[in-house]
């Protein structure tokens, strides 16, 4: 039996021997808050604030100090030990490491803290396939490249909640009239021309490394907002425009009324395109998936520096100061209630641009002009343990991604089901698992005052609420629930950043030397540097994913080894 039909048979099943138990009150919700300590942060901030440092009471030595432990200060730490350098040191602020690719447990339970997938990499991110490659993930076979069929998304991979039943795929078209589908048609005819017309890479500044600037199709629709592009088009359907804002929040953190039309653009047409329902392929990519998400790429990442004793966790960056025979860098380590010097000929600064403008001591302009440009989004994912399977609406088999049209929290995008990738579909069915709810704030008025004000019952409820449209017995599953908040999750490519980040790229370009690794060349990177420093963090590239994060701090890790 095909997995999607059995998954339809047995969730049939689970709901007609649930229904009985519907009627037994819930337990009271158990659960707290998870993942990033927020305190930590703003107690940053307000020592920063004050203006006075304590003296720090340790020193530390190391060839290369690599500061901030996300996607892009890991790919360094790697690109830095594939070139030999084996004497560097990473901080963190949090007590792991992963930054947005963090992840957790909840009751033993892996399930993901942050980002869920990786869309399998295209030819412009070699950094990225080659990651892969080392892992296993990626094998050549009888002459093709292959990925592992284990980590690839299960099929169904996504369903949209709507009218009041499951449907498969996030595009509404059940249902809908011969003028939504022509929207449709109209708008994948546009994508494929702009492709066409310009190239949409991923990452972003794959093209950059010659000096050549983005193309001024790229910068036109970088000047004006997604929503205002898509009316100058004739592109009304509110079905299609809720869809392109979904698509826009999901990987964003804001809607197509505050994205740039060309963050809205590059969104298909960097990856997978978009097919109008019927017209062949789909806009659905192949992505590699876990229960802990891209947690698990974080892990293999962290590995080699935990065995080697150079992640140091728990650290909060209080100052980088660039001198003329080194870098000097003070961190408060939160574990020993001590401030530790690190002196080192060169720092990898892969923090938050707003952070590294104020921990860089007289930062240069090009750091100022992005801290300036830059707005940052924040998220909420609440992690839902529940004790078995769920009474289902009519419609589509369960799914990885399981979206809500109407969906009643505050920028609700869905949920997805750590279990998914059971290799027994029955397990999707009868055993535990957690549910992951992802909810991005970034055009949701006082939000990152919310976060820090409202206790965590609020966040969970407000959840398992959005979610009980679909799953009326979801609260009698609910065994715990964490929630993992982030004021400032990542930058939101709002009109005009494209240009100023592209025009800082090009003008304080400092080119990774060439070198041979695993036999291989590999390419010069731009990455925004200075003497001693060379910035790298997916901030750089106006928005957050991990294709932008990894390359540039492998671009920024060979850099530092030479």
Known sequence: MQ?????????????????????????????????????????????????????????????????????????????????????????????????????????????????????????????????????????????????????????????????????????????????????????????????????????????????????????????????????????????????????????????????????????????????????????????LTWPEGNGWLARQLAAPLRQAGQLHTACSVLAITELPGGVQVDAFNHSSGQVERWQAERCVVALPVFIAARVVQSPPDFLRAAAGQLAWAPWLVTNLAISGPLTDRPGAAPAWDNVLYQDGAAGGLGYVDAGHQRLDPRAAVTLPTVLTYYQALGDVPDARAQLARQPWQHWAEAAIAALSLPHPDLRERVERAEVTRYGHAMAIPRPGGLKILSQIGLQRLSVGRKQLLNGEQQRALPTPATARLAFAHADWSGYSVFEEAFTRGHGAGLWASG
């Open 3 to 287: 997995r999607r039909s059995f998954l339809t048979a047995a969730a049939s099943a689970a709901t007609a021997v649930l229904s009985s138990a519907c009627d037994q009150a819930p337990a009271p919700l158990a659960g707290g808050f998870a993942g990033v300590d927020m305190a930590r942060g703003h107690a940053l901030r307000d020592r920063l604030a004050g203006g006075s440092l304590p003296a720090p009471s340790v020193q530390r030595r190391t060839r290369v100090l690599i500061t901030g432990g996300g996607i892009a200060g890991l790919a360094a730490a790697r690109a830095l030990r594939l070139a030999g350098v084996q004497d560097l040191a990473l901080l963190e602020l949090e007590d792991s490491a992963g930054g947005n690719s963090r992840a957790g447990s909840v009751l033993g339970r892996a399930c993901p803290h942050g980002a869920h997938y990786l869309p399998v990499p295209g030819d412009s991110a070699p950094e990225v396939q080659d990651l892969l490659e080392d892992l296993g993930l990626r094998k050549r076979v009888a002459g093709r490249w292959r990925y592992d069929e284990f980590t690839l998304c299960h099929s169904p991979q996504e369903r949209l909640f709507w009218q009041g039943q499951w449907h498969e795929g996030l595009l509404p078209v059940q249902g809908v009239g011969a003028r939504t589908l022509a929207q449709y048609r109209l708008f994948a005819r546009r994508v494929e021309t702009l492709s066409r017309a310009a190239r949409f890479a991923m990452p972003s500044f794959a093209d950059w490394g010659s000096k050549m600037p983005p193309a001024q199709i790229l910068l036109a629709l970088d000047a004006i907002t997604f929503d205002s592009w898509l009316t100058g088009e004739g592109l009304d359907d509110p079905h299609l425009r809720w869809y392109l804002d979904y698509c826009c929040r999901d990987d964003y953190g804001a809607g197509s009324a505050v994205v740039s039309a060309w963050a809205g653009i590059h969104y298909f047409a960097s990856r997978h395109g978009f097919s109008a329902p019927g017209e062949g392929g789909g806009d659905e990519g192949g992505v």
